[in-house]
């Protein structure tokens, strides 16, 4: 793969690590204002969760989504039978995907949502031009793959709606993630060799604050030159987050 955001493909780069957030200082681009119109159940640009920022969980959706070997990864769930792989913790990781796709997941209640809009990443494995021998490259790298996009891509028609309430303002939501440890499995998405790798990702992303009980669908709307909708059918449900079957033994848990 190439450089994918968190919803549709920017040239397709998503495998980094998914516990400790990289070693730098995090530098958030994201406004401060809480778009006007916003859904009730979306978080500020400058929320934490258990401590963390919308940058540094970002982070850890691209650690997420790369611990995966190509074969069972969620971002090439067509139906979200693998929402459930490797999830743990205070927020629940949504993943993007290359095409329009439809996905039924089942949620823990009381956890946060994560929802990936669009981003890219590179990393010291990958070739240019998403390779970075350090730090500032990386950003560098990765922050010019978001603006090519913007300039091919009319991103005020990106679209995200929960429960039928749209979200008016997502510019306030792009930010940019410290640098962090990928680990990649065998066969994974970047076709690497290499099990470790370092990286930075640049993007837009929201996080949901706990949903109630019940039936939710998150919508999303990517424009380009074929528009990508993903729609997830959320069933927030008490209890654990899946049997113990419900990941691949050949993939981490994060």
């Known amino acids: ?90 927020v629940f990781f949504l993943a993007g995907a290359e095409r329009s796709a439809e996905r039924a997941c089942i949620v823990p209640s009381g956890v946060h949502v994560l929802v990936p809009l669009l981003g890219s990443e590179c990393s010291t494995v990958e070739p240019p031009p998403f390779f970075g021998r350090d730090e500032a490259e990386l950003r560098r790298c990765a922050t010019e793959a978001v603006a090519m996009a913007e300039t091919t891509q009319d991103m005020t028609t990106m679209q995200l709606s929960v429960d039928g309430q749209s979200v008016d303002d997502l510019s306030a939501y792009r930010t940019n993630t410290p640098r962090f440890p990928l680990w990649l499995p065998e066969d994974n998405l970047l076709g690497s060799s290499q099990r470790v790798a370092d990286s930075v990702a640049d993007g837009y992303l929201v996080l949901l604050s706990p949903l109630a009980e019940g039936e939710h669908v998150v919508a999303i709307t990517i424009p380009g030159p074929e528009t990508v909708t993903i729609t997830y059918r959320l069933t927030v449900v008490s209890g654990a987050y899946a049997t113990p079957s419900a990941s691949p033994e050949a993939s981490p848990t994060g």
């Open 1 to 90: 793969m190439r450089r994918f955001s968190i919803a549709i493909p920017l040239l397709v780069v998503m495998l980094v690590s998914l516990v400790v957030v990289g070693r730098s200082s995090l530098t958030t681009l994201a406004q401060e204002a809480t778009p006007t119109g916003a859904v009730g159940t979306l978080l500020p640009p400058d929320a934490q969760v258990a401590g963390l920022s919308l940058a540094e969980w970002s982070a850890r959706s691209w650690q997420w989504i790369f611990s995966f070997p190509e074969e069972v990864n969620p971002f090439s769930d067509e139906t979200g039978a693998r929402c459930g792989y490797g999830q743990a913790g205070p």
